[in-house]
C-alpha cells in the first residue's frame, strides 16, 4: 500500500518561495513518476509539475520558470521547489503517484499574501 506524506507548506508573502517534499513508502518510488498537483478553494485539482521515472520533467504554463521538481530516489522523495511566488498560487499542494491506481498524499497548504 503506498503512502505519500507531504510537508512543508506555510504562509509567504508574494515574491517568496517554499520548497514542499513529498516522503513516499510502500511502493518501489524509483521506477515510478510523480506529480504535483494543487487545488484551490472553489476550483478542479490541477496538474502542477510531474517527474517521470527517468527525471523528466513538465509543468502547467502558470508555474514555468518558477516552480522545479526533483526526486531524490535514495530518499523515496519528491520536491516542489517555489520561487516568485503569487497569491494566485494559494492552494492546498498535493503530490500524487499512479500505481494500480492513483495515490494522494493528505496535501499541505500553501497561502501567499498579497
Known amino acids: 500500500q503506498a503512502q505519500l506524506v507531504e510537508s512543508g507548506g506555510g504562509l509567504v508573502q508574494a515574491g517568496g518561495s517554499l520548497r514542499l517534499s513529498c516522503a513516499a513508502s510502500?511502493?518501489?518510488?524509483?521506477?515510478?513518476?510523480m506529480g504535483w498537483y494543487r487545488q484551490a478553494p472553489g476550483k478542479q485539482r490541477e496538474l502542477v509539475a510531474h517527474?517521470?521515472?527517468?527525471?523528466?520533467?513538465n509543468y502547467a504554463d502558470s508555474v514555468k520558470g518558477r516552480f522545479t521538481i526533483s526526486r531524490d530516489n535514495a530518499k523515496n522523495t519528491v520536491y516542489l521547489q517555489m520561487n516568485s511566488l503569487k497569491p494566485e498560487d494559494t492552494a492546498v499542494y498535493y503530490c500524487?503517484?499512479?500505481?494500480?491506481?492513483?495515490?494522494w498524499g493528505q496535501g499541505t497548504q500553501v497561502t501567499v499574501s498579497s
Open positions: 500524487a503517484t499512479e500505481l494500480l491506481r492513483v495515490y
Open positions: 510502500g511502493y518501489i518510488f524509483s521506477i515510478n513518476a
Open positions: 517527474i517521470t521515472s527517468g527525471g523528466r520533467t
